[in-house]
């Protein structure tokens, strides 16, 4: 059935894609050298479509929801393309871009704690976004329309005038939520939403996040380690390693039948009631200044081959429809004679030193 | 009135007082960024310590680089000095209203500034420190009155404080001999003021590093309170020593200037203070006499604003609050198999 | 709050012991030691002198409490008198230079917090230290070179020139010259008061400023780091107000916490100031009777003081939880 679903959207025409990501780096210098949080990652999301984002911490998931919003420091690098609705975010003057943020593109943040500024009534947080982005509105409307955004979140009119610290955790979130949908954006970048609730919230907030996506059309990018969330919420996944996208395909037979083995060990990793040992990806998550040669998994991978040390795979498309960045599934035109047998341990530090 | 904040008249940024956690520090690890450091904030260091060095030197060999003493109003053939006489080629700055000669009073009351800091420095730290220490880490009635006594020396404006003990010390200390006398009496008035904040500084940071887990565990093991406090607690609050003393020195020079100005600093006859100088100048100032009051003044700025320097940027190397890494600029370029084009995208 | 009646008991206490210690006896150098023994006999007498000292401190406290900080040994005035007086041109002269070094502290400290690390930046903080480091008698001296003895354009000192004064101690009203002159709708009056407040409250304000300027800098730093301030920025919300709406008005709690500690600051400058351009002020005035060894005058102008120190950290509280809800519903 989620089979289907991918073959449909795939089938959708190339104007129903709200945004479109090509080769997006983006770089941090520092005095070791350039960190490479983003290195060439590419993706499409379409119209009411939702695609998590997963990888461990320090992947750069979160750098990647930032930049695709132009939320970054200053001294940030960034390069390649976010083309949202045809227009491309990277080169466009900051101001257009602000005046985006807001009616169309939102952000939901991970710690709903300090995202409302403490001085600022909720009804003041509504006001300000309204007022900003729909100049001649009347008080009236923008209350109306705070009210109708906050009500959908379960929060009731009576507390509108609240300060942010008469509210729980989960109530923030959704506050947080619907602040960042009350303009109803086309494109909403979720970044750990539910990380820092409990269990219950986090049903109730990936609940929203469903009702929203059948009720608005809108576009979320879900970043999150929670696979579980995933398959919960996300049509899509995009799985990420150290800067780049290893694999990405539709929710459920991406789950099913991973293509890329560093897919396959993160969800041997989960803990379930089922679960009777524990698995764990030996080694620790790459150094982004100095990453591994070739495919950046390769030190930690299982089935590494002489090949993965020394060039990145190139993008292939399995029968699933996910799209993989590992020699496992070719091309195998591009495989040196003999790149296929498994790689010794040992060569991998000499590989890393050439 | 308790606030946490510390000496709005010093001024070091509140987040001096913020300790390092987690870790055990003495002096010299807790200096180790300072030479780790790149940049502005060291530059700053530099020009901050080369300006204290000129009156340090101007201190240490005042009789050789200084062309007259501080007190010498008569030439070789006995003939008195011009009154608020020009600048000129025997006056290199001219001479004041005391006809004396005002370069050798800048050289010489180098001499009397340095001296004056450092005792009231030394003598407030090591009152204020201890203070702080066993106030902060036995805690009870005594750390309650005392955070008490002090919080309210710290809110009466200190520069009062000072005149009321300069005025109070007058002439106690005559059996140090004349020159010294006003020295002394003018560094213990400043030690006054200095003492409540060594006191909160130290104590906070002891109150905070107290309930540190190794602290707990070092305790937990039965070492003595002695060795607990000296070794662990010590030695995580004492890198706020340097910033606070620095800038503390910086500030006591200001105050040694306005006891001096206010006629409750060290007296003309005793040694050549910046301060008194100005006094004197400050008559003469609408007549358009300038040479008498903006070459002290300049004396104390540059003094002050070196000291401040150094404690400023030692403040930002070693306090990692507001230390920032500092993103350098970057290029991104292409792979090993050349599949970017290399176009850059930043500054937008 | 509560700590605030030990605290001035402390400090009173402080200020009677460091009186009694003082060296010399006080009326006999009050009375400038020409008067007959008889007559310093009966000064002692009638101020209390004679006493045992805790009848002494007892009285003194008990005066306090009724409002009555004692008698001026050399002049025959109250302290009181001396602060309705003196105390309302130090008012003047403080008031003017708060505002200045407000204006002047607060944009500047914003603008460089907000572009940190540039040479904006840097040379708002070099000025924030060349203000601080200089000595404030210093640039009031500097100040009556350029505008006085250069330019002649501004009055060297006092707080009105010797006809306006007359003029306004006959018309006093609240002893605020400025404000006198204004209640009485006298031009000349205001323009000639103003002029000679130019460059005292320059001078104040100035100090003040500089302190002003780094602690709003380091606080905007601070609260520019904030999650919430991303999230503005993620709502579109313009640079400008995220910087002055979320920006600076969350670092001014901070801000004016230490602001209250500068009231110490401020008197210590106005004791400098009105003595560099003789300003009829209560500083000038303390150090006159310290002076002249009055010891009952220094001892009510500074049980005074103590009294405004604290007074202005109470109203820093009330004033904290004016700006902060988290504060005020706690």
Known sequence: MTLLDGDAAAATPVDDIVLSVRDLRVWYG??????????????????????????????GKSTLGRGVLGLLPDAAKVAGEVRFRGEDLVTMPRRRLRALRGPHLGLVFQEPMTRLNPLMRISDHFFETLHTHQRGATKAQMRQQALDALGAMGIPP???????????????????????????????????????????????????????????????????????????????VAVMYAGRIAEQGAARPTFSHPAHPYTRELLASTISLSTTELHYIPGAPPDLIDPPSGCRFHPRCPDAMRVCPTRHPPTTITQLDQRVDCWLHGPDELIPPGGTAPLDREDIGVAHEA | ?????????????????????????????????????????????????????????????????????????????????????????????????????????????????LEVIVIAVIISMLIGVPLGLFSGYYGGPLDRTLVLVMDAMFAFPSLLLAILVAFLLRGKFGFLGASFSGIMSAAISITVIYIPQYFRVIRNSVISVREEPYVEAARVLGAKPRTVIGRYVFGNVVQNVPVIATLNAADALLTLAGLGFLGYGVQPTEAAEWGYDLQRALGEASGGIWWTSVYPGLAIVLLVTGLTLVGESLNDLLNPVLRRRQLLPVDIVADVEGEVSPHDAAGR | MLLVVPMVWILLTVVFILMRVAPGDPVQAALGGREPQSVIAEKRHELGFDKPILVQYGHYIGGVLHGDFGKVTSENRTVTNVITHEGAATLELSLAAMLVALVLGLSIGVLIGRFRDTPLDVAGRLFGILTYAAPVFWIGILFQLLFVAKLGWLPSSGQADTLQEIDLSQHAHTNIDLLDAAINGSWGDFTNVFQHLILPALTLGLLLCGVFIRLVRVNIIQTLKNDYIEAARARGIRESRVVLRHGFRNALVPVVTVVGLQAALLMSGAVLTETTFSWPGIGRALINYLNQRDYVAVQGIVTVFALIVVAISLVIDVVTALIDPRVRYS
């Open chain 1, 30 to 59: 520092t005095a070791r050298g350039a960190v490479r949080a983003v290195d060439g990652v590419s993706f499409d999301l379409r119209r009411g479509e939702t695609l998590g984002l997963v990888g461990e911490s320090g992947c």
């Open chain 1, 158 to 236: 009576t507390r509108f005038t609240n300060y942010p610290h008469e509210f729980s955790g989960g109530m923030r979130q959704r506050i947080m939520i619907a602040l960042a949908l009350v303009l109803n954006p086309a494109f909403v970048v979720a970044d750990e939403p539910t990380t820092a609730l409990d269990v219950l919230v986090e049903a109730q907030i990936i609940a929203i996040l469903n009702d929203i996506k059948k009720n608005f059309d809108t576009s979320i990018l879900l970043i999150t380690h929670n696979l579980g969330i995933i398959a919960e919420a996300c049509d899509r």
């Open chain 2, 1 to 113: 009135m308790t606030s946490e904040f510390m000496a709005p008249s010093t001024a070091p940024t509140a987040a001096a007082t913020a300790p390092r956690r987690g870790r055990f520090i003495g002096l010299r690890r807790a200096l180790a960024p300072v030479g780790e450091a790149r940049g502005l904030p060291k530059w700053v260091l530099y020009i901050g310590l080369a300006m204290v060095a000129v009156f340090v030197v101007f201190a240490i060999f005042a009789p050789w680089i200084s062309p007259y003493r501080f007190d010498e109003y008569l030439t070789g053939h006995g003939q008195r000095f011009p009154k608020s006489g020009h600048p000129s080629g025997s006056h290199l700055f001219g001479t004041n209203i005391m006809s004396t000669d005002v370069f050798s009073h800048i050289v010489y009351g180098s001499r009397t500034a």
